[in-house]
């Protein structure tokens, strides 16, 4: 099977050498790059606590957090670098775009920082080599990766899914993360089933196949749909937000939409959000 999902936290090491590829055309974005250190960046709202824990004045309040060039910062939904000598910018402003296919990888975050998404990128060490993964197929990995790590290590269930741009797109409330999809493989309809978050199928033995799955709630929020409660959940503590390339954002909701509709239609909506 393929691994569609590269850890980053588990898998991106100090004193290896690795390339970054754009996952949607496999143009080399970053090339034989060694880190030094490989650091988790704290919540985004980290500086604010500060004050809780210091007596006196923050000392961080001017501090910011920069990679140096051997330095790999990993964020909820992105990761640093340092530019040093790749430059991707476009010149009508700060998002980073891919020279050939022309995708939106991430964005400059000043003169020698670039913040990279991960549903946009692909690492892969020096020595191996880049295989294409379905467009699909990524974003469905990479978010579910996402929702999972985040609901294990802050017990945060409820997610607001942004673009580039500010402007909310989805709401995501994740039910369940050892969901195991099992599809009969003489089904008529076995190829035209777009599962929920589903990870690439991995053989197993007899007549079927398996999936491993989150499962999820969603409410679409684009063109003003469900504004009330966007605003409600935009000022729940509770809520923990996601953000990523607006075009991102898109095919997501595309991929749950037609997640629900491969659904039986009595299972498709709950409690007014749709599954």
């Not at 500086?47 to 961080?60: D, G, I, K, S, T």
């Not at 060039?69 to 990761?79: A, E, M, S, V």
């Not at 991430?106 to 880049?130: A, L």
């Not at 993964?133 to 017990?155: H, N």
Request: glycine share 4%; proline share 6%; charged share 20%.
């Amino acid at each position: 099977s393929v691994d569609l999902v590269f850890t980053l936290r588990e898998s991106l090491k100090p004193q290896k050498n690795y390339v970054f590829y754009c996952q949607s055309c496999g143009d080399i974005i970053v090339k034989d790059r060694k880190f030094l250190r490989v650091l988790p960046l704290p919540s985004e709202n980290w500086n604010a606590l500060v004050e809780e824990w210091c007596c006196h004045p923050n000392p961080f309040a001017r501090s910011t957090l920069h990679p140096k060039h051997d330095d790999c910062f990993l964020g909820d939904t992105f990761f640093l670098l340092n530019s040093g000598n790749e430059s991707h910018k476009s010149k009508e402003n700060t998002r980073v775009i891919c020279k050939r296919c022309k995708t939106m990888l991430g964005e400059t975050v000043s003169s020698d920082t670039i913040k990279y998404y991960v549903t946009e990128v692909i690492i892969r060490p020096s020595e191996g080599s880049f295989s294409p993964t379905p467009r699909p197929q990524f974003v469905q990995s990479m978010v579910a990766q996402c929702l999972v790590e985040l609901s294990s290590a802050k017990s945060t269930f409820r997610f607001t899914v942004k673009g580039d741009n500010g402007k909310t797109y989805i709401l995501i409330w994740l039910l369940n993360s050892d969901t195991l999809l099992v599809e009969s493989l003489g089904s008529s309809s076995s190829h035209s089933v777009f599962t929920l978050f589903g990870d690439i199928f991995m053989p197993s033995s007899g007549p079927v196949r398996t999936w491993n799955a989150v499962k999820v709630l969603y409410q679409p929020c684009i063109k003003s749909r469900n504004k009330d409660l966007a605003d409600a959940w935009e000022n729940d503590m509770g809520v923990h937000p996601l953000k990523f390339p607006s075009e991102t954002c898109l095919e997501l909701l595309l991929i749950l939409g037609l997640s629900t509709t491969s659904l039986p239609p009595s299972l498709r909506c709950m409690n007014s959000f749709q599954v």
